[in-house]
């Protein structure tokens, strides 16, 4: 079980910088998200499967990566 790796996501941004609308962030200049990444070690280099989830789009994404370890 130690080549497995489970990371949970979180990310949060603002793209309205104008004062007013940092004091109201329940206004629409909020985006959130969230997800989950399982990531196995292997001989061939990291693999790793992401779901990730938004309110805003309401969809849930799925991508993979692939690499080498250096």
């Known amino acids: 079980w ?3 790796l489970i990371s949970p996501l ?6 309205n910088f104008e004062l007013d609308a940092l004091q109201n ?11 989950l990444s399982i990531g196995y070690l292997s001989g061939l280099g990291p693999m790793e ?9 309401k969809k849930l994404l799925a991508y993979v990566n ?3 370890t250096f």
């Not at 962030?25 to 997800?35: A, E």
């Open 2 to 4: 130690d080549d497995f």
């Open 10 to 15: 979180l990310n949060a941004a603002l793209y």
């Open 25 to 35: 962030l329940s206004s629409d200049n909020l985006l959130l998200g969230g997800g």
């Open 49 to 57: 499967v992401t779901f990730a989830w938004s309110p805003q789009n």
């Open 66 to 68: 692939l690499g080498w």
